[in-house]
């Protein structure tokens, strides 16, 4: 898989699919919100989810090809920008070889639980992201290589 | 479907049917969930799920038939036995016609989550099934029609 | 809910409840499924899911609101563009009251499963449809009010 | 874990996790069909799930701790009993510490789904549980250790 540096592996299961015989669509959200977590926790070094406040306000999910029971997804994550209150995800769902399954956008917004209220993205996680994706974040949000 | 004076209706829908083409075992389980937790609000008038301080033990389910896509579960549900600090349930699932789908036994703890400890089964509680299954608690726990 | 002729009403269940005490967001795609199922076998006449012939091309959802366990999410569906070989549906979830919990478009594409490729969108659907939402489509694909 | 000659490994992950906090029951069921299928493959040398010929006609299961989010479920299976025409699976389940989340046991019926009727245990299945496990079937159906 080209363009992603973190790249989280879930095995397809039977409860996975439907009775159309492939990968439900909603099980490509859980798919995603596993990785999207395991990379919150591998990048930004938050321990616990809690630490992780963020809640995604959208998602645009394409669906490219149908995934079978026993392949193994393997789902790519990136930060492709970071708002002032908010950052994007790019998401790819490979079957394991070479057939794209899905591809995606979202959306999450800083959140404070405590206080219910939107929060700045912090300055320390900006410097987490730039290191890991080897990217500089630009005035308008955007990340672009830092080399 | 008799013996049971409660009974919950449960839609079969696509994302509950897996790759053979019928209901997956787990769903019984979210079934049997659904149909425990209506039933406890109705006859032991628990409006919020938090003040029914209660815990699955353990639970037995036979499968007896294949349920399909577009099928409306009927899920029964009683009281067999109160026990001290427990109480058991009978559930049996049909069709929604002639055809039994599963039946199960779940023993469940009274549980005061603040407390982290078990409890007595409340006296008021006992009443409120007894008077709704129409029974009598017997010593030994069982219930045996009142009439 | 304004602006929609058919709405699906999904009960939100303790399995749809994620640790963070709301409706998980994959268990969107199974309602707005659900939903979508429901409005095809009505407007379109089709007894068994196997003659829908369509499969869901991509998704959008923007969560709007949480949702709690013992509401009741009200599904709201209607085709809002029809394409050649595709159409579009909108989407909106409310909370049974006067909350949106999500909106969703949603872009479906006919397949003929037998032959494995695409086909036209059927010209007696498309009367069946305008009939329905009391609209007409255009030359460009959408649906205008046909009054 | 003792007593299990295949152990099958389970990250808990977000979706499985109720509004109580803990995984879900009938999320153990899944844990426990995923865990069925390995063990199945591995041990039948089944490469297919459709050469996996039998499905389950009971199961009980006893919860014993509740599970948490970033636990990993290790799951225990082996064959207890193997009749004419059935078999009976022991399960534990463990934190991937010391604690025992719940154990399980089930009976699974040899099924032919093209006659679909119910077939004998195959004689060379018989070879291979008993070579895996160490074990040598007695008149009865159990399986004792054959050194």
């Given at each position: 898989?080209?363009?992603?540096?973190?790249?989280h592996?879930?095995?397809?299961?039977?409860?996975?699919?439907?009775?159309?015989?492939?990968?439900?669509?909603?099980?490509?959200?859980?798919?995603?919100?596993?990785a999207?977590?395991?990379?919150?926790?591998?990048?930004?070094?938050?321990?616990?989810?809690?630490?992780?406040?963020?809640?995604?306000?959208?998602?645009?999910?394409?669906?490219?090809?149908?995934?079978?029971?026993?392949?193994?997804?393997?789902v790519?994550?990136?930060?492709?920008?970071?708002?002032?209150?908010?950052?994007?995800?790019?998401?790819?769902?490979?079957?394991?070889?070479?057939?794209?399954?899905?591809?995606?956008?979202?959306?999450?917004?800083?959140?404070?639980?405590?206080?219910?209220?939107?929060?700045?993205?912090?300055?320390?996680?900006?410097?987490?992201?730039?290191?890991?994706?080897?990217?500089?974040?630009?005035?308008?949000?955007?990340?672009?290589?830092?080399?």
């Open positions: 898989m080209e363009g992603f540096r973190f790249i592996r879930q095995p397809i299961v039977l409860r996975d699919i439907d009775g159309f015989g492939h990968v439900n669509n909603a099980v490509y959200l859980t798919y995603i919100e596993n999207r977590v395991a990379y919150l926790a591998k990048v930004f070094e938050a321990r616990a989810i809690a630490e992780i406040r963020n809640i995604m306000a959208s998602i645009t999910v394409n669906f490219r090809a149908p995934a079978a029971y026993g392949e193994i997804a393997e790519g994550v990136r930060v492709d920008r970071i708002g002032t209150r908010s950052f994007t995800l790019a998401h790819e769902i490979w079957n394991g070889g070479d057939r794209l399954l899905a591809d995606a956008t979202s959306v999450q917004v800083m959140y404070d639980y405590e206080r219910a209220a939107t929060i700045d993205f912090p300055q320390d996680w900006l410097a987490l992201v730039e290191r890991f994706e080897g990217v500089k974040r630009h005035p308008d949000g955007s990340l672009l290589p830092s080399g």
